[in-house]
């Protein structure tokens, strides 16, 4: 019976620091292209939200909206 609950991910985690490092890299290369699809993904959805809603997107330099509320 094995005592030590995360025995086998410590076993993992030691290696080589070659092979750290290069995870690490890999690490940061994923994370960052998760945050940019999740950013066009957020976009998109906008996009679509508005194009359902008949309402258009909201653009960044208009705060405030008010005098194009007679069209």
Do not use: Y
């Not at 005592?3 to 030691?14: F, I, N």
């Not at 070659?18 to 993904?41: A, G, N, W």
Request: proline share 3%; net charge positive; charged share 35%.
């Amino acid at each position: 019976m094995n005592t030590v609950p995360h025995q086998g991910a410590d076993r993992q985690r030691k290696g080589n620091i070659d092979t750290m490092r290069s995870t690490e890299e890999t690490k940061r290369r994923f994370s960052t292209r998760i945050v940019r699809s999740s950013k066009e993904k957020l976009w998109k959805t906008s996009e679509a939200e508005a194009a359902r809603t008949k309402q258009a997107v909201p653009v960044k330099g208009f705060q405030d909206l008010s005098e194009f509320e007679g069209l």
